[in-house]
Nanobody, 124 residues
Framework: QVQLVESGGGLVQAGDSLGLSCTAS????????MGWFRQAPGKEREFIVRIRWSDGSAYYVDSVKGRFTISRDNAKNTVYLQMNSLRPEDTAVYYC?????????????????WGQGTQVTVSS
């Protein structure tokens, strides 16, 4: 059984920074890439970024590009999401997820393991 455990959420003010982490545990853990999604109240869950384990290649959606940075530590089965210049519209529950697929990274159904989610609240 694989578990993804997120940490690092919280309440910050607009313009502040916050870091999230997601660690995979359990055996066996086989993953091609990790993604971060977020879901704001009353909205659909949306993809924001993914990173490939093999080479660290990352893809960001426009709304977070230049403000968020994803990284990974293969030895620790951990991915990190550094969020800078946070805005009130970044308020959401953030989820990490693992996929074995090398395509369709923005599609949540392509991810087979999910974390429990961590709340990020940005006040204005």
């Amino acid at each position: 059984q694989v578990q993804l455990v997120e940490s690092g959420g919280g309440l910050v003010q607009a313009g502040d920074s916050l870091g999230l982490s997601c660690t995979a545990s359990g055996r066996p853990f086989s993953s091609y890439a990790m993604g971060w999604f977020r879901q704001a109240p009353g909205k659909e869950r949306e993809f924001i970024v993914r990173i490939r384990w093999s080479d660290g290649s990352a893809y960001y959606v426009d709304s977070v590009k230049g403000r968020f940075t994803i990284s990974r530590d293969n030895a620790k089965n951990t991915v990190y999401l550094q969020m800078n210049s946070l805005r009130p519209e970044d308020t959401a529950v953030y989820y990490c997820a693992s996929t074995k697929s090398n395509a369709g990274w923005a599609v949540s159904s392509n991810y087979n393991y999910w974390g429990q989610g961590t709340q990020v609240t940005v006040s204005s």
